[in-house]
């Protein structure tokens, strides 16, 4: 068995300063949301991931992928946005197997009224205290992470993962 490769000190304090912040910053963000909307993050995000989508809707498959999510708990997820109104599924038309979501007008509604207040609060959590070249380090470590461990592209959503069922 190798030798553990322990972190050094300098190591040690990145580590835990990053996250904290991330700890911080998502629990700013949920709180957020949960307190003016209503909804989880992981809610939030399946709106705005279909309403960048090209007519509104996605493969279900795909908006797991892209929501770095288990097809079974995008499926809760979608559940109770349907739910509310928000959003409809329907059958994939070249695939049986499939389904899609769609993001319903009263869904897009929703989903700009609440947006100001979320993006609001992610400006004062992060962007307004970094300066310009925090702004870019954090950009490129940021990608060089998901570069690291995604296994496929996640945003803008990547093809189909998997060929089996919905």
Known sequence: MPDTRWLDDEE???????LTSCRLVFDRIE??????????????????RLSEAPGHAMRMSKLATSAMSSRSRL???????????WVQRRPCPDDRRGAVAELTDEGLAHLEAIAPGHVETVRGA????????????LHDISDTLVANLADAPVWPASEDRYDDAE
């Not at 909307?37 to 399946?46: D, R, S, T, V």
């Not at 992060?126 to 925090?134: G, H, N």
Request: overall charge negative; hydrophobic content about 40%; proline content about 4%.
């Open 126 to 137: 992060m962007f307004d205290v970094l300066s310009p070249d925090q702004l870019r380090a």
């Open 75 to 85: 499926s809760h997820a979608v559940a109770r946005l349907e739910e509310s109104g």
């Open 12 to 18: 040690q304090r990145a580590w835990r300063s990053y």
């Open 31 to 48: 709180r957020q949301l949960q307190q003016d909307a209503g909804l989880p993050h992981a809610y939030y995000e399946i709106l705005v």
